[in-house]
């Protein structure tokens, strides 16, 4: 497993953009599929976006395809989530996870470490 910690979550207006930030632990952060998911109070964890080791493959949840990239930089053992022209129905915890294979990265029961989640408000 590889330890995960997110940053860069906030308050902001709608229309406004956030970068997230997750830091791996591990040396061999390019051994690992990264994907950003996303819980708003009362609902399920839902999958936002993953990238594949290399950075060439990318996968979006439709509810954000064209607002959202995510991006790597296996030289820092970091991931991103740049968010854009956000909603108030982006509001929820982010949460950062790893998983070896690219497959069925939409499913939550495909990663095996997960971060402890930032907070995203989005609210006028």
């Known amino acids: 497993q590889v330890q995960l910690v997110e940053s860069g979550g906030g308050l902001v207006q709608p229309g406004g953009s956030l970068r997230l930030s997750c830091a791996a632990s591990r040396r061999t952060f390019g051994s690992y599929v990264m994907g950003w998911f996303r819980q708003a109070p009362g609902k399920e964890r839902e999958f936002v976006a993953a990238?594949?080791?290399?950075?060439?493959?990318?996968d979006y949840a439709d509810s954000v395809k064209g607002r959202f990239t995510i991006s790597r930089d296996n030289t820092k053992n970091m991931v991103y989530l740049q968010m854009n022209s956000l909603k108030p129905e982006d509001t929820a915890v982010y949460y950062c996870?790893?998983?070896?294979?690219?497959?069925?990265?939409?499913?939550?029961?495909?990663?095996?470490?997960w971060g402890q989640g930032t907070q995203v408000t989005v609210s006028s």
């Open positions: 996870a790893a998983t070896y294979t690219y497959y069925d990265v939409v499913s939550r029961a495909n990663y095996d470490s």
């Open positions: 990238i594949s080791r290399s950075g060439s493959s990318t």
